[in-house]
């Protein structure tokens, strides 16, 4: 498993950053985590380059590597990193430019396989999605941006899960909010689900949406085999059906304090571009944090 | 759908959100290309200034890389027949071209040298430990020497001596906001008012002065600096202390931060015959444009400078190749030929008429209403664009709007400078925002200020100082 985790600040991303270390610590995983920068306009990019070389000889660190010393600290205060690491510091003289316009630092993790530090600039959707492709990443975690359109462009385009982490407290989230349907891949779905309640100790909650209740469909073999996982894994769980439209019910279920996982649309990428999908509306409109799995 | 996979669906959508507009612009050039031509205008004109319409968007927008907007001026040009390949070929190389890459050079070259330590020391003798002074200092010596030197280069050495200031007054630079954007501003915007004063200032100069040239009009780099010097020295005050009550900085004094960048520099290495050397090889180029520019032109003595330096070891090709922008270079070269076609097809004269008609009656009967249009609209297309593109597009269409050829031309390369409102708008800006302590909002506060009294002083200064000269 290889999460991709990326941060923009350290006013803004300290939730990112606290829920993306614990569902990697969950996955045990290969982390990365990723500052991209502004993106500098053609015209004077290579001055701008010059310009921070001149900074490096008065001891001053290009953008983008304060956030990345903050996120080192984070690692560091919660031992997430390896002793000896945090012994030596933020290992800013290992930040090289690996010829890919990006800089990068390996660091040996503890509680999960090891961590990496990135720094690129560009426009984000563009170089999160060149770095889902290169790196392979199973899921890429983000806070939410103001930009409407930026959570349609994420969807679309990284070819990996998707958390966004909005507005995410350690004690508000108490539920995991699980939608379920007829689709294939719900198990994957459903394991992702169990992995974070088991990291962040909470429960969930199965939430199966119908057009119409009278229709018993939805209780199939898939939708048992599911329901087996959960139960089977330890977690705690409950089961509620409702009536009506789709998005709605998940948003309205959602309320203030559940953490969504579900599973990204299997539309094609033409339809879902003009039609939009049930996770982009309700990615649109929870103010929680959501986790959709592809 | 149609035996496409989704990921190649994807992949094909991701590449059409990237490159929107690019096709945007292609849609637009397209529909241009099939309206009726007007009867005053040649077919070939036409055709240019869609190109020129086309390769606007496309450097503003950036969806594809500059040097492929180049590429396109290049071979749109000659596959819509607005000339051949060999004429194309000879109006892509000039002496502008030539400037830019040696500018961009010698950049690599100065800032290389650890000049800067010896500029900051210089700085605070002249100043003292007051910030308005100090800011007045940064403002002054970015100004004199990007008129020289060029603005991009000048930021670069200035930046991290200011920022080391800042650092040495408060290590949160939460808590000195207000000075940060003092001194910061004071770099940018100096080493925009500076850029103006001399034609080696920028490339925007050398660009119209080329223009001027092929008019048949010859400015020397005496002459220019006569005409223009004294806007710097009017403006930098004024900028100065709009600077100081836009930014009130947190700290009046900065007593104790001046002693320990003194300390720092005094601690940096000595001067050594290298050094020296640098800086007289620099004074040979300088006297080289002062004297013979109007003979063997700008870009020639900047390129005989870079070849000194690279023969004598100041500078090594690797580190040359790797800072140079070769794809800037080559859109520089790609939209003066454009220019230069819209000049030469009347599609400029044809685009200056249509303004007249528009506004003609205004500008007969509003006093200063065609210096003011001049400015604002080469103003606003600087803050978008760059200040050589704007130039490089916008000149020929100014030169043919009235008889004063050299004042116009003066007119529009310094508006060009007024870049004031955005991050993005100049190298200089550019610089100074990457170091991430100022904000792209903090520009449209303060740009509006100084780009509004710098219009007004513009035109009291063409109106009241030049006509001197005639």
């Known amino acids: ?294 | 759908m149609l035996g496409f996979s989704n990921i190649s669906l994807s992949n094909f959508l991701f590449w059409a959100t990237q490159k929107k507009w690019f096709l945007y612009a292609l849609g637009l050039g397209v529909l241009l290309l099939s309206l009726p031509t007007p009867h005053d205008l040649q077919i070939k004109a036409k055709i240019s200034i869609i190109i020129l319409i086309v390769s606007l968007i496309l450097i503003i927008k950036e969806p594809i890389p500059l040097p492929a907007v180049a590429i396109f001026i290049l071979i749109a040009q000659i596959y819509g027949g607005v000339d051949t390949v060999d004429g194309i070929s000879k109006s892509f190389m000039s002496d502008a071209v030539f400037f830019i890459m040696g500018s961009l050079m010698l950049a690599v070259v100065i800032i290389k040298q650890g000049w800067d330590s010896r500029i900051a020391l210089g700085i605070l003798k002249f100043t003292g430990n007051k910030t308005a002074g100090i800011a007045l200092g940064f403002l002054s010596i970015s100004a004199v020497l990007s008129s020289f030197i060029g603005e991009h280069t000048v930021a670069a050495i200035m930046l991290p001596i200011g920022m080391t200031l800042i650092r040495f007054t408060s290590a949160n630079p939460s808590k000195v906001k207000n000075l940060s954007a003092v001194i910061l501003f004071s770099i940018a915007y100096g080493c925009l008012i500076g850029s103006v004063g001399t034609p080696s200032g920028g490339g925007r100069n050398v660009i119209m002065i080329n223009y001027l040239n092929q008019a048949g009009i010859s400015i020397s780099y005496f002459e220019w600096m006569l005409r223009v010097y004294p806007f710097i020295f009017i403006q930098i005050p004024i900028v100065s202390w709009i600077i100081m009550k836009t930014f009130k900085p947190e700290h009046r004094i900065l007593d104790s931060s001046v002693r320990k960048l003194v300390i720092k520099v005094a601690r940096s290495r000595a001067i050594t015959g290298r050094n020296t050397l640098t800086v007289l090889i620099f004074i040979l180029i300088l006297s080289g444009w002062v004297f013979f520019s109007e003979k063997f032109g700008l870009g020639t003595i900047a390129l005989t400078g870079v070849f000194l330096y690279l023969l004598g070891g100041f500078v090594k090709w690797s580190d040359l190749n790797k800072h140079t922008h070769w794809g800037v270079i080559i859109l520089f070269g790609a939209t003066i030929s454009l220019g230069t076609s819209i000049s030469k097809t009347g599609g400029a004269m044809w685009l200056a008429d249509q303004l007249v008609y528009f506004l003609g009656t205004f500008m007969e009967t509003i006093p200063f209403f065609r210096e003011f249009v001049i400015i604002v609209v080469t103003t606003s297309m600087s803050n978008v664009l760059s200040s050589s593109a704007t130039v490089a597009v916008l000149g020929p269409i100014n030169l043919n709007l009235v008889p004063e050829i050299l004042n116009i031309g003066l007119l529009t390369a310094m508006s060009s400078a007024f870049s004031y409102f955005t991050a993005v708008a100049a190298p200089a800006c550019t610089i100074v925002y990457s170091s991430g302590m100022i904000r792209a909002k903090d520009f449209i506060k303060i740009g509006f200020r100084v780009g509004v009294i710098s219009i007004l002083l513009l035109i009291a200064y063409v109106n009241i100082y030049w006509p001197l000269f005639t």
């Not at chain 1, 270390?21 to 500098?40: C, L, P, S």
């Not at chain 1, 001053?60 to 390896?82: H, Q």
């Not at chain 1, 984000?124 to 939410?144: F, S």
């Open chain 1, 1 to 294: 498993m290889k999460i991709l985790i990326a941060i923009g600040s350290k006013d803004f991303s300290t939730p990112t950053l606290r829920l993306g270390m614990k569902v990697a610590q969950a996955f045990h995983a290969k982390t990365t985590i990723i500052d991209v920068g502004e993106k500098i306009s053609e015209f004077s990019s290579h001055l701008v380059e010059l310009a921070h070389d001149q900074m490096e000889s008065w001891d001053f660190d290009p953008p983008g590597v304060d956030v990345l010393e903050w996120a080192f600290n984070y690692l560091s205060d919660n031992k997430l990193i390896d002793a000896k690491q945090i012994e030596i510091g933020f290992p800013r003289s290992r930040l090289i430019d690996d010829g890919e316009d990006r800089k990068l630092v390996y660091l040996p993790g503890t509680v999960c396989e090891n961590v990496n530090l990135i720094l690129r600039n560009g426009d984000i959707v563009a170089e999160l999605r060149d770095e889902v492709q290169v790196g392979k990443y199973d899921v890429t975690i983000l806070g939410k941006s103001r930009k409407r359109n930026m959570s349609h462009d994420l969807l679309q385009y990284i070819n990996s899960s998707i958390f966004v982490v909005n507005n995410y407290d350690n004690q508000k989230f108490d539920k995991i909010l699980l939608p379920l349907n007829e689709a294939s891949g719900m198990m994957k779905v459903a394991k992702y689900a169990i992995r974070v309640a088991l990291a962040l100790k909470i429960e969930i909650e199965i939430l199966t949406v119908l057009e119409n209740k009278s229709s018993n469909q939805i209780k199939s073999y898939n939708y048992n085999k599911v329901v087996k996982l959960i139960r089977r894994s330890g977690v705690q769980y409950a089961i509620e059906e409702k009536e009506g439209v789709v998005a709605e019910q998940i948003i309205k279920k959602a309320d203030k304090n559940k953490i969504i996982v579900m599973k990204a649309s299997s539309m094609s990428p033409i339809k879902r571009y003009f039609k939009g999908s049930i996770p982009l509306s309700v990615m649109n409109a929870c103010d929680v944090p959501i986790l959709i799995v592809k």
